[in-house]
């Protein structure tokens, strides 16, 4: 549900579904299973991990494009912008920046929108601390409760 109780308008070329009507996105023709047909079984242990992390965190949708999967809970908060058998590039939204040795990179993309990036190796690095980090990520920014009630 959006912040007026409505269900997300959906894109009609591509799907992906937004907050509110015709918000902009880039529409892609990509697919979760032409992202899947080209991940080796490293790849795939990595991203089915990430994934099953993001679905800890509550109810979410995946929203694939030509350069990324992102993940959306209202909307979008976290995603992967690179997968192969050598990692993943992987990311997730806070409201203020975290400092950590594991981010590779750390951005203000947006005022009070901070993209923490992380590059996993192996699968064991998705560990706890990266899953309080989607858990903030996804209440804060995916549910939008750093706006308030409702996410206002």
Known sequence: MTDTGREPWTCPRCG???????LWHSCGAATLA?????????????????ESMIAACGEFS??????RVAFL???RFAGITSISERGITCSFALPAPL?????VKVAEVA???????LRITDVRQLDQEVQDWLRQSYRLMGQRDRLGPRGA
Do not use: C, E
């Open 62 to 67: 995946v929203a694939p494009a030509k350069t």
């Open 73 to 75: 809970g209202r909307v």
């Open 111 to 117: 005022p009070g929108w901070w993209v923490h990036r």
């Open 99 to 103: 400092a950590s040795p594991r981010f």
């Open 34 to 50: 032409q992202w899947q047909q080209r991940m080796g079984p490293g790849a795939r242990a990595l991203y089915d991990r990430f």
């Open 16 to 22: 992906v579904k937004l907050i509110t009507a015709n």
